[in-house]
């Protein structure tokens, strides 16, 4: 079964520094899709990114970017220029056959 | 498109009550998936069908739970009676080909 890890239960930084949040997996796939989705206090789960695992270029939206170590079972999320919207928890993601399988977190805060 | 619809968004009941979580997916998506937040256990998937059919109900919890898809623009979560250990955040998530997954708002449900 795979497993999701997210080692820092809780991150805070302040507004437009740098912050980056870990992820690492277990599976025994080749083929399969990351995520790293936000969930602000609304609690609507909103997806910030997505890598193919056959893709070797790092997924970027925006101010968001990955680094994805394949090898390593690595899939980092780096938030650049953190603004106080970012505010949420973040949730890390594996998707193999269809199912989603969801680390337990990281509570990311930005101080003004 | 409107998004995945779910209603209600809050549901408070009594122990013992039946409880009936409604969805509606993103028109086109072939995808459905049931999920439940909680504090202890986090973001478990309980069941997922695909073109209406359910595919893999390995998570619901036990029988006092049931989800029906009757067609492509509508899903339910029953829970018969319902226990106060049920009370959790129950999303509910459609894609495309199994493509990412995109969430509702959630329905909060207490039991009392």
């Known amino acids: 079964a795979q497993t999701v890890t997210q080692s820092q239960p809780e991150m805070s930084v302040q507004e437009a520094e740098t912050v980056t949040l870990s992820c690492t997996y277990d599976?025994?796939?080749?083929?399969?899709?990351l995520f790293w989705y936000k969930q602000p206090p609304s609690r609507q789960m909103i997806l910030v990114i997505r890598?193919?695992?056959?893709?070797?270029q790092n997924a970027t939206e925006n101010r968001f970017s990955v680094n994805f170590q394949k090898a390593a079972k690595s899939f980092s999320l780096k938030i650049s220029d953190s603004q106080l919207g970012d505010t949420a928890m973040y949730f890390c993601?594996?998707?193999?056959?269809?199912?989603?399988?969801f680390g337990q977190g990281t509570r990311l805060t930005i101080n003004p | 498109d409107a998004g995945v619809i779910q209603s209600p968004r809050h549901e408070v009941t009594e122990m013992g009550q039946e409880v009936t979580l409604r969805c509606k997916p993103i028109?086109?998506?072939?995808?459905l998936f049931w999920y439940r937040q909680t504090m202890m256990r986090g973001l478990e998937l309980l069941i997922y069908?695909?073109?209406?059919?359910?595919?893999?109900d390995s998570g619901m919890p036990e029988d006092r739970f049931s989800a029906k898809m009757p067609n492509a623009s509508f899903s339910t979560l029953k829970i018969q009676p319902s226990e106060p250990r049920d009370s959790a955040v129950y999303f509910c998530?459609?894609?495309?080909?199994?493509?990412?997954?995109?969430f509702g708002p959630g329905t909060r449900l207490t039991v009392l």
């Open positions: 028109s086109g998506h072939d995808y």
């Open positions: 069908f695909n073109n209406n059919v359910p595919i893999d």
């Open positions: 993601a594996f998707q193999g056959a269809q199912k989603l399988v």
């Open positions: 890598q193919e695992a056959y893709k070797q």
């Open positions: 998530a459609s894609s495309f080909f199994g493509n990412e997954q995109f």
């Open positions: 599976t025994s796939e080749n083929n399969y899709y």
